[in-house]
């Protein structure tokens, strides 16, 4: 069934200037009905983590170093620099006394809307995974680890990053943390998980905060799984992204004109964006290779050689799957740089061009574009260096080329615009003034 408004034909088959009978291409509006809902005391606990570095093996980071509201809930940079680093965004410098071993493989994914019901997947490579027929009811590397009482994959994917020597956990032998997750211990007493709990349960702050979200803790005691689960509630609710122009559009409340109608049209039609970045959150949630630039070691694991990262292929080892990587949300997409999956492009129009002849772009790839802070030491362009890699990645991008005028291009950035929400881009309840840890805020 088509939506309509006014004079009773479709919007974008107005702007397209095709008949009525056109199918309409356009996403239903969203509602309070396609979110999660969320435990508000949950909520107030799981900002005050968030932004709390006692979950980080050094005390030193906090999820929002690289999920940081003045980057639009990412860090500015191409690939960011986690243990071992000092600062915020593309001002973080390496700590001479305890450098990085290494850049984190990939670009920090934006955390709009992941409280949608719709998102089933998540990570670049979809390596956490809604499936029924797990005994949590979704699929994670961890699976063997897993324990009892994670409330979905948005809880899930906090194991990941504290887990990490090079993102939160620190260098091996660093402190507790480090060393338990060096030695394998993940669940259990004395497992990095029961570490990180424990020090939150000995802040009295906390243990309100968890009394009051989850008051099975006060028999049982604060577990990691209520730490994760809390930061998923706070994700989910103060970052829902559904009040920018492009939803009133979609509510006719205030329909495109000018360019923004024009890059809509463009969006859905011409410029084919809409094949995969459908519905209300602009992506089919699935894996497309598309020729991106690879910067940085790659992703792989610690015995192997980090080369070229292989994206979809290591969660599945179905080689129809190499060099693809999640379709991301569009939303706010115009504040979430650098973008791909390496952050290879600082510059929008840069990337919608090569995004729009992707066979090519590695090929005419301006190395200028990437924003890397200084690492001594780092390969950042050694798989752009290999010729014959770099072709391997260039080949499997199938998608035919699309040629845009600057003009349509113009357009096209308009409409992006118009995704921007300045409720979302904001936050609904902010950066706290301090946390319970008493320990240094990102700001």
Partial sequence: MQRKWGGGRPVLALILGVGAAAADPLPTPLSDADYLPVNRAAVEVGRLLFYDPILSGNRNISCATCHHPKFATGDGVSLSLGEGGQGLGPDRRVDPANPPEQRIPRNAPALFNMGAREITV?????????????????????????????????????????????????????????????????????????????RVAALPAYETGFADAYPETVSRGIAFADISNAVAEFMAFEWRSDTSPFDAHLRGAAPFQGAAADGLALFYGKAGCGTCHTGPLLTDHGFHAMGQPQLGPGKAARFEDHARDEGRFRVTGDADALYAFRTPSLRNVTRTGPWGHAGAFSDLRAFLSAHLDPATAIAGYDRSQAVLPDLPGASDWRILDDLAASAEIAARATLLPVSLTTSELDALLAFLTALEDPVALGGRLGIPDRVPSGLPIDR
Avoid: C
């Avoid at 949590?136 to 699976?143: H, Q």
């Fill in 122 to 198: 998540l990570f670049h490579d979809g390596r956490i995974e809604v499936d029924p027929t797990r005994k949590a009811g979704f699929r994670t590397p961890l699976e063997d680890e897993m324990v009892t009482g994670f409330s979905g994959i948005l809880s899930a994917q906090t194991m990941f990053p504290v887990l990490s020597p090079d993102e939160m956990a620190g260098h091996y032998s660093e402190n507790e943390v480090s060393r338990a997750v060096r030695q394998g211990l993940i669940t259990g007493p004395g497992g990095a998980w029961d570490l990180i709990a424990a």
